[in-house]
């Protein structure tokens, strides 16, 4: 069965500043991957996802994550972290052949310092 | 954008009382799905449910659990006697397809066991 690690529980940042939220999976093959946020109060929302092809994704809000199959990661990025951006953020995975439901993470609850 | 609704956000109960959480998922959507949050912990999969019958269930639903879409538009999960360890945030989403397609979730219910 698949499984996601998100190592950091909380992550800090000041406005502006870069942000790369880690994420690991465990598959035996390709997976499908998935970054979801969650804003107080809401529901989660699909910032992005890989299936195949090019291994850098671009998602909304500025957001992009790349898969890099030899670290079994899929981590997520964006260059300049707006006060907006103050949410959890949970990684997923999905397997190929098997089942498709995504395995979520624990998640990532990120800070925004202004 | 069209959205999943939850209803209530928060529900407390006694342990041994039945619960019912309610969802409305996107209406044309085809797949609905049941997610909980134990505080600090991973999302986890509870449970599929396409065409009027459950596709697929996770080791934690349990006989305790039960889901139904009663008429139509609403997609309900039953919790028979509530356990202190049932207390999490339930997530109702939706796709249109399966395999992976994108997921819409509501705002959870906080489910509170006493």
């Known amino acids: 069965a698949q499984s996601v690690t998100q190592p950091d529980i909380h992550i800090t940042v000041s406005e502006g500043a870069s942000l790369e939220l880690r994420c690991n999976y465990s598959?035996?093959?390709?997976?499908?991957l998935f970054w979801y946020v969650q804003s107080p109060g809401q529901g989660l929302q699909l910032l992005l996802k890989?299936?195949?092809?090019?291994?850098l994704v671009q998602g909304i809000k500025g957001f992009e994550a790349e898969f890099k199959r030899s670290q079994s990661s899929f981590n997520l990025r964006k260059p300049s972290v707006h006060w907006s951006d103050a949410a959890e953020y949970f990684c997923?995975?999905?397997?190929?052949?098997?089942?498709?439901?995504?395995?979520f993470g624990r998640g990532t609850s990120l800070i925004v310092h202004p | 954008e069209p959205e999943v609704t939850q209803t209530p956000s928060h529900q407390v109960t006694q342990m041994g009382q039945e619960v019912i959480l309610r969802c409305v998922p996107i209406?044309?959507?085809?797949?609905f799905y049941w997610y909980r949050q134990i505080l600090g912990q991973k999302v986890e999969f509870l449970v599929s449910?396409?065409?009027?019958?459950?596709?697929?269930k996770s080791e934690i639903f349990d006989d305790q659990f039960s889901v139904e879409r009663p008429d139509g538009s609403n997609f309900t999960l039953k919790i028979r006697s509530t356990k202190l360890e049932d207390s999490a945030m339930y997530f109702c989403?939706?796709?249109?397809?399966?395999?992976?397609?994108?997921?819409?979730f509501g705002s959870g219910t906080q489910l509170s066991v006493l």
């Open positions: 598959y035996g093959a390709t997976p499908y």
């Open positions: 209406s044309n959507h085809l797949y």
């Open positions: 449910f396409y065409n009027n019958e459950i596709s697929e």
């Open positions: 989403a939706s796709s249109e397809a399966a395999f992976n397609e994108k997921l819409f």
């Open positions: 997923a995975v999905g397997a190929r052949g098997g089942s498709y439901i995504p395995t």
């Open positions: 890989y299936f195949s092809g090019d291994t």
